[in-house]
């Protein structure tokens, strides 16, 4: 052990421990800036790059995130000599900073923001060159604007360490130092999933959304448009949040009556599609195990995930699912099935998605995902937009009373709510699976093994007499490992389960903001589980709902209609 003291307090940490990691101990706050260390993930971002943590010892200053602890040392967080270096370090960055903070899309949200507030930061001390880069808005999902950047390489540890995908690198020197593309190619034409998790871990505004809550008003003015809107699992744990309330705080009804006051005509659930993705594919995960082709089977409901595969790994697009997301099966079943209940055109309808994710708004572009006439999906925004939109229209979110969903397509399972969380696709896949393949009743339902955020998590089941290998993977850098061993002839699984944030779509791009704190992502998967534990019915093919759709209009799961409305194709 290695003994010091922070302010004068003594403590005793392990060798090799930073004077950041000890002065927690003590529960001393060092304000951080480039800093992110988020354990549950295996992320740990010290470049040391903005300075911010500076602290005083006898030798001089020295970055406290990136200073190892010595015996004998004597740190004092706040004299003012570390103070005015804090303070310094902030107004050199806000001098090569557009200071447009009253209209960024970050404002409320941003680290700069907080911390220039913090430290007393009164006035642009620093006048000189500024960058003047452009702003790259070529994708439908993310917007890169590298005069916000902080060069605190968070989005980069993300992208090529975690997520391994490896868009994003420091390229240029000095002045000239940027955040880049390969040759500084727009964002749509390099390998970007379009996850969002750099977007997730940016401190500023230099990686945002494609905030489409414009189109969505738009799209609730015209008269003659009937607005629709889809509710996805993971935002009712989340979207509290924004309001103040803990994370994983169930706000379900108060988010449906907020969608009704903003004007959409029906608020359905995106979990009714999600039951409808589980019977689609159980059947076709049961049909390859009949035919013993095509295994493992993958799952399909992650377009960042689809967009990896397709980049990565074109030779296996044979193995993962043809069902469309529930995002895309509901805007589908909305317009080819809803819209003639209801008495209008499928042109007519405006299907609206609220999403944990950054990638479905990329998503819903597919041309595939449509026909000639209509896309599925007309915007998606995300649970960060939603808060926008409600705090816009002046609505008292948190003493709204809960209201139900619609019907026909706002009635679900506990199975469809778990499919926000890493893992419950595939347990809900196996719900069904069991009963269907043994013909019967599964009475502990609960598949503990597959839950819970560890990057990989694999398990078997005892499917009558066939031994069912499973995996369910969260984060692209995980998913790459799995993939690698399925691609060399290594894996033995049956069915793997893909998401591509680490954590799942709780932890999605377009969720609040968790600022590297992963307990708010436990908090929101215990809750998904909570209402599933809670939910009077919790198998997806006993949703009634969902078996009236199939026998009104369907036909069989995975069947010929059922193969026209939702299930797709993919590219390589
Ligand atoms: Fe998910 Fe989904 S569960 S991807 O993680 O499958 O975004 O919440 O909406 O589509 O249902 C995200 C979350 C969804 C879809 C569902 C799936
Ligand atoms: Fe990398 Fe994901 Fe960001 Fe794309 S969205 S640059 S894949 S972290």
């Known amino acids: ?34 800093h992110l260390h988020m354990d549950e993930i295996n992320m740990n971002n010290k470049c040391a790059s903005c300075r911010i943590c500076m602290v005083d010892t006898k030798k001089g200053l020295v970055p406290a995130c990136a200073t190892n602890v010595r015996e004998g040392m004597e740190v004092q967080t706040n004299t003012p000599r570390a103070l005015n270096a804090r303070k310094t370090v902030v107004e050199l960055l806000l001098s090569d900073h557009p200071q447009d903070c009253l209209v960024c899309e970050k404002n409320g949200n941003c680290e700069l923001q907080t911390i220039a507030q913090d430290l007393g930061v009164r006035g642009i001390t620093y006048k000189g060159e500024k960058n003047n880069f452009g702003i790259d808005k070529s994708s439908n999902s993310i917007i890169k604007d590298h005069n916000k950047c902080i060069l605190c390489r968070r989005c980069e540890t993300m992208c090529t360490e975690i997520q391994k995908v490896g868009v994003l690198s420091g390229v240029n020197r000095g002045f000239e130092t940027m955040v880049s593309t390969f040759f500084n190619e727009d964002i749509d034409k390099t390998n ?19 905030n489409n809550t414009g189109l969505v008003w738009d799209e609730l003015n015209k008269v003659d448009k009937t607005v629709v809107v889809q509710v996805a699992p993971a935002v009712r744990v989340a979207l509290g949040e924004e309001f103040g309330l803990n994370p994983g705080e169930i706000t379900t009804g108060k988010i449906v009556s907020a969608l009704k006051l903003l004007g959409f005509k029906y608020v359905f659930d995106t979990n009714f599609a999600a039951d409808i993705t589980i019977l689609e594919e159980a059947s076709e995960f049961i049909h390859r195990l009949k035919e013993g082709k095509n295994l493992p089977i993958l ?38 099935y809803f819209s003639s209940k209801i008495g209008i055109k499928p042109k007519d309808i405006t299907v609206v998605s609220v999403m944990p994710c950054i990638a479905k708004k990329y998503e819903i572009s597919r041309e595939e995902l449509g026909n000639n006439d209509f896309f599925d ?26 209201e139900p969903f619609d019907n026909p397509m706002g009635e679900s399972t506990g199975a469809a709510n778990i499919f926000g969380a890493t893992g419950g696709v595939l347990e809900a896949a196996l719900r069904t699976s069991y009963e269907w393949l043994t013909n019967e009743n599964l009475e502990n339902i609960d598949f503990k093994s597959v839950r819970g955020i560890d990057g990989i998590k694999e398990f078997k089941v005892n499917i009558g007499s066939t031994i069912i290998n499973a995996c ?101």
């Open 1 to 34: 052990l290695v003994n010091l003291t922070i302010n004068g307090k003594a403590v005793s940490v392990e060798n090799e421990t930073t004077i950041l990691d000890a002065a927690k101990k003590l529960n001393i706050k060092i304000p951080t800036l480039c």
């Open 192 to 210: 970007c999933s379009f996850c969002g998790q750099c977007v997730a871990v940016c401190p500023t505004g230099a990686l945002t959304e494609v």
């Open 299 to 336: 799952t399909s409901c992650c377009p960042a995930w689809v967009n990896y595969l397709e980049h990565h790994y074109p030779t296996l697009l044979n193995l993962v699912s043809s069902c469309k997301s529930p995002q895309n099966m509901f805007g589908s079943i909305a317009k080819n």
């Open 377 to 402: 999906v007309d915007v998606s925004i995300t649970t960060r937009e939603l808060s926008k939109m409600i705090k816009q229209a002046g609505i008292d979110f948190l003493n709204l009373d809960d």
């Open 472 to 572: 369910a993977v969260n984060g692209l850098g995980n998913a790459k490992k799995v993939m690698d061993e399925v691609k060399s002839g290594k894996s033995n699984y049956h069915i793997i389960e893909v998401m591509a944030c680490p954590g799942g779509c709780v932890a999605g791009g377009g969720q609040p903001y968790h600022y590297g704190d992963y307990d708010k992502i436990k908090a929101r998967s215990n809750a998904l589980y909570h209402i599933d534990k809670h939910s009077e019915v919790r198998k997806p093919h006993k949703n009634p709902s969902v078996n009236n759709l199939y026998s009104e209009f369907l036909g069989e799961p995975y069947g010929d209609l059922a193969h026209r409305y939702l299930h797709t194709y993919y590219f390589d």
